[in-house]
């Protein structure tokens, strides 16, 4: 089973700041990665797929990038919106589908 | 608009079963594999497991920590998913979401598509 470390846990910044999330492999997934945000009580959105491909609907100030073991989700600047839980996951093996341990982005 | 609607939640003794319920609408749900990820309270995401479609043999897959518990079934003619629950464990208390993907090139690979998911409650 491919494990998925997300770091930090808790990111605390303020609107208009930039944040940088991580999420780290055990083993290569090449670029089988996917990013989603979910809010209190609600389900998870797809934001990015492939490592680097912003879903439909999503702004151009969320990015993706990395392949093999680490990838990185950047928010170029908060918006009051994208204060989360920010979820990797991988489908780089069969089964089992995995996801990182998340990643809370709070204000400041 | 695609909707996916969950229900058959609840609270449930250990040891005890309860089977799970997706009603789906807005998309061709025969094309489309469908999956089962849970969220237990405050944690983060766990997949469950899945359906491939007829396409695929209707073949399924799960996660280490429910094989030989859960079992996951579809009807194509009533577009739903099931997720069937025996022996189960305080540890599978959690809401269940049901998911699917967009295009056919993220089957299985990309969750495009969630309920709102139904809580189940494991505790005497």
């Known amino acids: 089973e491919i494990v998925l470390t997300q770091s930090p846990g808790t990111l605390s910044l303020s609107p208009g700041e930039r944040a940088t999330l991580s999420c780290r492999a055990s083993?290569?997934?090449?670029?089988?990665l996917v990013w989603y945000q979910q809010k209190p009580g609600q389900a998870p959105r797809v934001l990015i797929y492939g490592a680097s491909n912003r879903a439909t609907g999503i702004p151009d100030r969320f990015s993706g990038s990395g392949s093999g073991t680490d990838f990185t989700l950047t928010i170029s600047r908060l918006e009051p919106e994208d204060f989360a839980v920010y979820y990797c996951q991988q489908h780089g093996s069969s089964v089992p589908l995995t996801f990182g341990g998340g990643t809370k982005v709070e204000i400041k | 608009e695609v909707q996916l609607v969950e229900s058959g939640g609840g609270l449930v003794q250990p040891g005890g079963s309860l089977r799970l319920s997706c009603a789906a609408s807005g998309f061709t749900f025969s094309d489309h594999y469908m999956e089962w990820v849970r969220q237990a309270p405050g944690k983060g995401l766990e997949w469950v497991g899945r359906?491939?479609?007829?396409?695929?043999?209707?073949?399924?897959e799960y996660a280490a920590s429910v094989k030989g518990r859960f079992t996951i079934s579809r009807d194509d003619s009533k577009n739903s998913l099931y997720l069937h629950m025996n022996s189960l464990k305080t540890e599978d208390t959690a809401v269940y979401y049901c998911a699917s993907h967009g295009g056919p090139a993220a089957a299985g690979k990309v969750f495009d598509y969630w309920g709102q998911g139904t809580l189940v409650t494991v505790s005497s």
């Open positions: 359906t491939k479609n007829k396409a695929n043999s209707y073949t399924t």
């Open positions: 083993q290569s997934v090449s670029s089988s």
